[in-house]
T-cell receptor, first 115, second 113 residues
Framework: EAGVTQSPTHLIKTRGQQVTLRCSPI?????VYWYQQALGLGLQFLLW???????NRGNFPPRFSGRQFPNYSSELNVNALELEDSALYLC??????????????FGPGTRLTVL | KQEVTQIPAALSVPEGENLVLNCSFT??????LQWFRQDPGKGLTSLLL???SQREQTSGRLNASLDKSSGRSTLYIAASQPGDSATYLC????????????WGAGTKLIIKP
């Protein structure tokens, strides 16, 4: 069974640009979570999608947004990139319902560098 | 507001030793607590999930305990191996956070051959 996949693996952008990160959950999982892990900082929760809807949002500005498609894959969009957006962006999936009630399975991440 | 602390931040031990990693949390109203490992520059791998009604979970050489009343969890690694070297993270699912996992900063573990 395939795990959570993310694309691209690495990305280099400049300040002010926009970026889209993609995530495909494990088959049968309906919940997708996005996290940011900046260098030297812990994991910060960004977004939770379940059944196509945004269920919860972390303490991030509106320029961080996303969506979940009918096949449960998800995109994370970041507009007007800033230097401090440089981080490893992790996607996780789980069975639907109560977020975190089931184990979250993580993808390998997308390393975003903003110059 | 739930806060999760992991001590120590880093640990280096010789191969073969048994070791304990600690995780503490401030709000005992949790659904569950999870332990993950992260290898450098990579995603996370779930190790153990302990529901709030459970006291411990075991998987191979790993044993995680949970004491909700004292806000503590420990991850016990038996007979450590160099392949256990990684950063270990704990996370709690808190009832008042709309099902958001709250993460500790992790313990970086190095097992010396």
């Amino acid at each position: 069974e395939a795990g959570v996949t993310q694309s691209p693996t690495h990305l280099i952008k400049t300040r002010g640009q926009q970026v889209t990160l993609r995530c495909s959950p494990i088959s049968g999982h309906t919940s997708v979570y996005w996290y940011q892990q900046a260098l030297g900082l812990g994991l910060q929760f960004l977004l939770w999608y379940d059944e196509g809807e945004e269920r919860n949002r972390g303490n991030f500005p509106p320029r961080f947004s996303g969506r979940q498609f009918p096949n449960y894959s998800s995109e994370l969009n970041v507009n007007a990139l800033e230097l401090e957006d440089s981080a490893l962006y992790l996607c996780a999936s789980s069975r639907g319902g109560l977020a975190g009630a089931d184990t979250q399975y993580f993808g390998p991440g997308t390393r975003l560098t903003v110059l | 507001k739930q806060e999760v602390t992991q001590i120590p931040a880093a640990l280096s031990v010789p191969e073969g030793e048994n070791l304990v990693l600690n995780c503490s949390f401030t709000d005992s109203a949790i659904y569950n607590l999870q332990w993950f490992r992260q290898d450098p520059g990579k995603g996370l791998t779930s190790l153990l999930l302990i529901q709030s009604s459970q006291r411990e979970q075991t998987s191979g050489r790993l044993n995680a305990s949970l004491d909700k009343s004292s806000g503590r969890s420990t991850l016990y690694i038996a007979a450590s191996q160099p392949g256990d070297s990684a950063t270990y993270l704990c996370a709690v699912l808190t009832m008042d956070s709309n099902y958001q996992l709250i993460w500790g900063a992790g313990t970086k573990l190095i097992i010396k051959p």
